[in-house]
């Protein structure tokens, strides 16, 4: 999506070696959240963003670290990946709080842990 | 907590059928109600929304109605073409500006 980046689209890792996503945005919003999209579950929130340096746990945070040092990058660290962490990665976007303002999402990063 | 409920998939129509992917929601007060559309490879976009009861959402041919007493959020659209074969999603926020719940998801196939 324009204005939002996500890297790398895929990704193959063994089990118990550390992981980092990222996401990169060029629209200067204030709020950024990662997402995980498996089947029969849809999307989860992992952990979002609310300003630099300023981080929250969503549903499913286990596992997982985040860092957000500038507005436009906000990174997924998984510390040390298990194959319950394959799946599918979004980063996604929103100016306000308000979620009705609606959410610009990425790509997506497929990530596959063995 | 909140939560979203949507009808299992796949869901497999014939060009120019009529479609309606069921979802219903769980929320304490005045949730906002949403569909996200994903095509293949690509990341969700919103496709429409409604933030009280009985406004209705639309956009490219798709209407949603926000049901208060049924507590759901059906997606129809009168006649489906196969460019509209992606996976969609409902979703709720809750009232006070929360974060968005996603449903589990409905892929939809039309065939020519």
């Known amino acids: 999506d324009a204005g939002i980046t996500q890297s790398p689209r895929h990704k193959v890792t063994e089990t118990g070696t550390p992981v980092t996503l990222r996401c990169h945005q060029t629209e200067n919003h204030r709020y950024m959240y990662w997402y995980r999209q498996d089947p029969g579950h849809g999307l989860r929130l992992i952990h979002y963003?609310?300003?630099?340096?300023?981080?929250d746990k969503g549903e499913v945070s286990d596992g997982y670290s985040v860092s957000r040092s500038k507005t436009e990058d906000f990174l997924l660290t998984l510390e040390s990946a298990t194959s319950s962490q394959t799946s599918v990665y979004f980063c996604?976007?929103?100016?306000?709080?308000?979620?009705?303002?609606?959410?610009?999402f990425g790509s997506g990063t497929r990530l596959t842990v063995v | 907590g909140n939560s979203v409920t949507q009808m299992e998939g796949p869901v497999t129509l014939s060009e120019e059928a009529f479609l309606t992917i069921n979802c219903t929601y769980t929320a304490t007060g005045y949730p906002s109600l949403f569909w996200y559309v994903q095509y293949p490879g690509e990341g969700l976009q919103l496709l429409l929304k409604?933030?009280?009861?009985?406004d209705k959402g639309s956009n490219k041919g798709f209407e949603a109605t926000y049901r208060k007493e049924t507590t759901s959020f059906h997606l129809e659209k009168g006649s489906v073409q196969v460019s509209d074969s992606a996976v969609y999603f409902c979703a709720l926020s809750g009232q006070g500006a929360q974060k968005l719940v996603f449903g589990q998801g409905t892929r939809l196939t039309i065939n020519p």
């Open positions: 963003s609310y300003g630099v340096k300023d981080t």
């Open positions: 996604a976007i929103s100016e306000s709080m308000q979620a009705n303002y609606g959410y610009t």
């Open positions: 409604a933030t009280k009861a009985d």
